[in-house]
């Protein structure tokens, strides 16, 4: 009998590395040393198969995913992504990947709330196809400038650039603003992408959104809306500006309302200088940053009330545990918080955005 042991405990050992996952049996809190956030995200968001508590409507779409190819100039199924998106079915409830190779891609994409599951995943993380189109507030309306619009939910969009190409805004011309993504949609979630542009390059639009070592680029208002997103170990790229630079315009008109940014381990870095770290363009903005490197790009007030000094009063900034030259919170403005332990937990986790209920890797091509 003592000669079996070695082999039940194997045994015990295969069951245990292959049980499905339960997040609620693990921290879904991000872990504050940086070099562990790797292990912590892959240990606990796994594949459809090794989870027990998607939502069964997710479990069920991530089944069998349908892949389409996409190859500029001919060799896919669709020489253009809006071709693709074009075949998936109008209430279409399975994944559908559609693998991009490399290229340039000049489209304006629209994905329409009746296409859930869609995913826009490049073919090389290396030599990541470029999704570009110039479309101008003045020509399309600011949210509908931009170059990849995403009305529906379960959307998924790995190792792509998304890029608004319209001209850095002069400051004179009306309508410059140019938007590369706008997510509309419920339950998305971005890896290594970069979105790139000028003024409001982000729309983050509405519903709950995840976003990991994301590269956004901008100027003013680059990451706006009203979403409830969590930006994990993303770098914000800030360009200088002649007018000003400002990061945030998270656009939250009341505290009853359930959205706001969460940065969490990000980097702060680029050519501007004084930037804001977020301005109150609404009444009621939520916007955190926690764990974040800031260098001398931010301004040392680090926020705006926007001249609209009432909203000092509404305005829901704060910080936690941030390092570098321009984290220093000695000349903070006084409507800005240095979040305690217990005010800084809800938006430094997966639950901030319900994650345990949606949230799977980049699907493989």
């Known amino acids: 009998m003592a000669g079996k042991l070695p082999g039940v405990y194997a045994a015990i050992c295969m069951v245990l590395l292959f049980a499905p996952v339960v997040l609620s049996e693990v921290s879904l809190e991000v872990p504050a040393d940086k070099s562990k956030l790797t292990a912590w995200f892959d240990g606990i968001i796994k594949p459809a198969k090794q989870r027990t508590d998607l939502d069964p409507e997710v479990a069920k779409a991530e089944a069998e995913p349908k892949i389409i190819k996409v190859k ?3 060799g896919g199924d ?3 992504i809006a071709k693709a998106i074009e075949s998936v079915p109008v209430g279409n409830s399975k994944r ?11 489209e304006k994409i629209t994905i329409d709330r009746n296409k859930p599951y869609i995913a826009l995943v490049g073919t090389d993380p290396q030599n990541k196809p470029n999704l570009t189109f110039d479309g101008t507030a003045k020509k399309f309306g600011t949210v509908d400038s931009a170059t990849l ?3 529906s939910n379960y959307f998924v969009a790995a190792f792509v650039n998304i890029v608004n190409c319209a001209p850095h805004p002069d400051g004179k011309m009306v309508g410059a603003q140019a938007v590369a993504l706008r997510l509309s949609g419920d339950r998305s ?3 290594s992408c ?3 542009g000028f003024q409001d390059t982000l729309c983050d639009d509405r519903g709950n959104h995840f976003f990991k070592k994301c590269n956004i680029r ?3 208002d680059f990451v706006f809306g009203s979403g409830k997103s969590l930006y994990l170990d993303s770098e914000i790229y ?3 500006d002649p007018k000003f630079t400002v990061i945030t315009a998270q656009a939250r008109e009341s505290s009853s309302e359930d959205t706001g940014f969460s940065f969490v381990h990000g980097k702060i870095t680029g050519t501007a200088r004084g930037t804001f770290l977020g301005r109150a363009w609404k009444s009621s903005p939520r916007v955190v940053y926690a764990y974040s490197e800031m260098s001398k790009v931010v301004s040392a007030v680090g926020w705006s009330h926007d001249k609209h000094p009432e909203r000092a009063k509404t305005v829901y900034y704060g910080e936690y545990k941030c390092t570098g030259e321009g984290a220093a919170p000695s000349a903070r403005e006084p409507f800005t918080k240095q979040l305690t332990e217990k005010e800084a937990q809800p938006f430094i986790t997966l639950d901030y955005i319900g994650a345990s209920k949606w949230l799977l890797p980049p699907p493989k091509v």
Do not use: D, N, Q, R
């Not at 559908?96 to 000049?106: L, Q, R, T």
């Open 149 to 151: 619009i995403v009305m």
């Open 78 to 80: 669709f020489p253009t």
């Open 189 to 191: 979630a971005m890896y």
């Open 194 to 196: 970069s979105i790139i």
């Open 218 to 220: 901008g100027t003013i």
């Open 96 to 106: 559908v990947v559609i693998a991009i190779a490399p290229g340039v891609y000049k």
């Open 72 to 74: 500029a100039g001919g």
């Open 238 to 240: 800030v360009e200088a």
